[in-house]
């Protein structure tokens, strides 16, 4: 079975910045699009970035452009998440996540959340 294991995450001052790991094991890690989802409390999860397989190309929400990169080491099975310029807004817990798809049948797993707090 497929494993997500995601770290990095911390508390830092507004401004700061943080880098988020996430490392793969189980499955076939170049085939899969990986991506960092987050979840504040109160609220539902949603989509930070995301980073295809094979092109590599990113994808982020509209919130953290030009302040976080996603990035992925195809040689060590990571992912990673850089968060510069943390807000307080950025504070939630984030997951890492993995898809893949085949014959119409779609493959993901979940990391188990690291928390993110962004306080003075």
């Known amino acids: 079975q497929g494993q997500l294991v995601d770290s990095g995450g911390g508390s830092v001052q507004p401004g700061g910045s943080l880098r988020l790991s996430c490392t793969a094991s189980?499955?076939?890690?170049?085939?899969?699009?990986m991506g960092w989802y987050r979840q504040a409390a109160g609220k539902e999860r949603e989509l930070v970035a995301e980073?295809?397989?094979?092109?590599?190309?990113?994808n982020y929400a509209d919130f953290v452009k030009g302040r976080f990169t996603i990035s992925r080491d195809r040689a060590k099975n990571t992912v990673y998440l850089q968060m510069k310029r943390l807000e307080a807004e950025d504070t939630a817990a984030y997951y890492c996540?993995?898809?893949?798809?085949?014959?119409?049948?779609?493959?993901?797993?979940w990391g188990q959340g690291t928390q993110v707090t962004v306080s003075s």
């Open positions: 996540h993995a898809r893949f798809k085949t014959w119409g049948t779609w493959y993901d797993y």
């Open positions: 189980g499955f076939t890690f170049s085939e899969y699009a």
């Open positions: 980073i295809r397989s094979g092109s590599g190309s990113p």
